[in-house]
């Protein structure tokens, strides 16, 4: 998991804090790497030092 660490860092395009509201954008090349498609039902799950996404 600690190789993944790293290829997640380099994968989030952009994080940016405009009026109070956090989004993170994921591009739709990102999400195929990982057998998740733009319109896909997807559970995330906030974790102590992590976020965590996953196709549902």
Excluded: F, P
């Amino acid at each position: 998991m600690d190789q993944r660490a790293d290829y997640y860092e380099k994968v989030i395009r952009a994080i940016d804090d405009d009026e109070d509201e956090v989004v993170l954008v994921l591009s739709a090349n990102m999400l195929r790497k990982v057998g998740i498609e733009i319109g896909d039902n997807v559970m995330i799950e906030a974790r102590k030092n992590e976020l965590v996404i996953r196709k549902g």
